[in-house]
């Protein structure tokens, strides 16, 4: 099992992360410091992973749901006030693509 310590991996994922690596030998489990790391050691066949479903992670590996736990949420955060186009463009884009997908 491996797990990654970094901010960059949502808080519930890394709580399932710590929850298995807990209930495992600590020979049977290895901790990285990046997403790009445990991606380089789960592709490379070293060990499996719990992550949220992410599109970067690419075709190459097999994701298998969780059952019995509420989906990870996402928000897109900017500094209040701020009145940049592109700002506006991407925030656009956000809430155009939130509201296909739900």
Same mark, same amino acid.
Do not use: E
């Given at each position: 099992m491996i797990s990654c310590d970094s901010y960059s991996?949502?808080? &519930?994922?890394a709580n399932?992360? @710590? +929850?298995?690596t #807990? &209930?495992?030998?600590?020979d049977q489990? +290895?901790?990285?410091? @990046?997403m790009q790391v445990l991606l380089m050691l *789960? &592709?490379?066949?070293?060990?499996?992973s719990i992550l949220p479903r992410i599109s970067q992670i690419g075709p190459d590996l097999v994701c298998i749901p969780i059952s019995g736990h509420p989906p990870l949420s +996402?928000?897109?955060? +900017? #500094?209040?006030?701020? *009145?940049?186009?592109?700002?506006?463009?991407?925030?656009?884009i956000v809430k155009e693509i939130s509201m296909t997908q739900s």
């Open positions: 991996i949502p808080a &519930r994922a399932l992360q @710590n +929850y298995f #807990k &209930r495992l030998p600590a489990t +290895y901790v990285c410091d @990046n *789960v &592709r490379s066949g070293y060990g499996c +996402y928000g897109f955060f +900017y #500094k209040d006030g701020t *009145v940049h186009p592109l700002l506006k463009k991407m925030i656009s």
